[in-house]
């Protein structure tokens, strides 16, 4: 198992969960996000006294500062897990949300990605996981903006593993992409997902398992693994219209 591990998003859901899991397997932890009192609670409750970095990533500035403050720990693995979603009509959604939200979800993963990736293949070791979505595989009508940004991060990993494969790099890196998860995330999207949920706590120890073993794509849950090939041969405007009717539902339920 990997030395050390930052982890970005840590303060609640998947990310959180994340940590706990390399917590228990004697990792060195940095873990970073914006709620000082979130992560404090998450580093009193971990074992292995976490280093803790509270500040806003968002965007390339943010990204780069990040590195800068931990380019030379030694870093094992990343965890780029930092984002959120929006939901609703594209044309009436805010717009300076779902700019921040690419910001976010686009810029501050490709950034990590790209310079921690730098640094691992020219040290011979490493590994990346991007948290991406079920989301990537297909149209996402009323989280359209979310949707494409998911596709942007699963599409990077797939296509830089495959860079990485030809190089014959020990280096690996992988796109975790959950279906529903009962996180803090509904929240903030403003949704309640019409199907059924894993817990963040499975995603998260099936999530570090896969990405030991270099899987590429970590989907969880079968009934997601079956979703996922049925993506690859459905028409794109067959999958839109199931999309539409599940995030018209959640919608629906938004006040939770």
């Not at 730098?118 to 297909?138: E, H, P, Q, V, Y």
């Amino acid at each position: 198992m990997a030395k050390k591990v930052l982890i970005t998003g840590a303060s609640s859901g998947i990310g959180r969960d994340i940590a706990r899991v390399f917590d228990s397997y004697g990792c060195e932890l940095i873990i970073t996000a914006r709620r000082e009192d979130r992560l404090a609670e998450l580093s009193h409750e971990l074992k292995g006294n976490p280093r803790v970095i509270v500040g806003d990533i968002s965007g390339s500035d943010g990204a780069k500062e990040l590195y800068e403050m931990t380019k030379d720990e030694n870093i094992d693995i990343l965890v780029n897990n930092a984002g959120f979603g929006v939901w609703g009509d594209f044309s009436s959604t805010d717009l300076d949300r779902e700019l921040d939200m690419i910001r976010l979800n686009i810029e501050t993963m490709h950034t990590l990605f790209k310079l921690f990736l730098r640094d691992f293949k020219a040290r011979g070791s490493g590994k990346i996981l991007n948290t991406a979505s079920m989301a990537g595989f297909a149209p996402g009508p009323y989280m359209a903006a979310y949707y494409a940004s998911k596709a942007y991060v699963l599409r990077l990993t797939q296509s830089a593993a495959g860079e990485l494969k030809e190089a014959g790099s020990p280096v690996t890196v992988s796109a975790l992409c959950p279906g529903p998860v009962e996180t803090e995330f509904n929240t903030v999207a403003g949704v309640h997902f019409a199907t059924p949920s894993l817990s963040s706590e499975y995603v998260a120890k099936y999530a570090v398992t896969q990405l030991v073993k270099g899987k590429t794509v970590i989907i969880p849950g079968t009934m997601m693994k079956v979703l996922a090939a049925a993506s690859k041969v459905l028409p794109d405007s067959f999958t839109a219209e199931v999309t539409s009717n599940i995030q018209r539902r959640k919608g629906n339920k938004k006040e939770r």
